[in-house]
């Protein structure tokens, strides 16, 4: 976990703490000195991978699966697509920061559950403006054989730094904006149909009592990613709220396929996927 990125916006410096033992998700994010990620106030679902990159601020699902272990399609021998994907807990084969610190790409190839190979090629930037930063994804499929391509995007934010003021606010919502402690119980999530503006859909987290009053927005490209999924839980010592775009809707892999959503990617084909935060 050693490459960083760094940004100014009007004298405040923001730090991103990337893992490269993952993918080169976000570890951390550090904004004015405080982080935002939920570090060890997390529930575990006993899968080591998933328990260290939900501690991060931004990990990633796929690029073969999404969500909870299902079967993998047309084998008979109990092979499962493992929680949240093959992705998580690859390290990355190389990565690259540019001499003025705003830019760093990264290569990662991964096994997937079904037997092909994908690369993932990552590039995160400082928006030119410094009012936040970009993540911009390639997954190409490097095997043999045709697979279906699903990705999530796990945003997590610590809720120490939530209030009961705290508000979920979208034009993806038919109100508008819901407290952040939506649903029953503990631990609730939903996942919805993403509104759009040319092509980009926006979410944000605002205010944030534990960053003196600010707002984290969250933008995503819709047409890979048209989904809005958001998750909280609250139970025992876990306290995490997670901003979650989403490649498919809510519901088993059969299902996604029996009505043409899964979708699949040839040998030498890719997809592409992009989202941008920041702290306002």
Known sequence: METTLCSTRDGVSGHLLFDRSSAL???AFVFDGTDLSPGLAIPSDGDHRIDHALAGFLFTC???HIRHPEAVEGRDDGRRYPL???LAGTPVIRAEMSADGTRCQALTEVDLASGGKAAV???WSVAENGQGVVLEDRVTNVGDSAFAPMMMY??????????RETRIVTPSLESGLIGWQFGEGESAHFCIPAHHEDGWSEVSLTP???L???RLAVRFRVDTLPFLQMWRCQRGGANVISIEPASHRLAKRVEL????????IEPGQSRSYALAFTVT
């Open 154 to 163: 796990h945003m997590n934010i610590g809720g120490r730094l939530l209030g």
């Open 84 to 86: 949240h994907g093959s």
């Open 212 to 214: 003196g009053g600010r």
């Open 208 to 210: 944030l009592p534990g």
């Open 25 to 27: 998700d976000i570890a």
């Open 257 to 264: 396929a029996t009505s043409g959503e899964l979708g699949v």
């Open 62 to 64: 796929g690029p073969d």
């Open 121 to 123: 090629e990552r590039r």
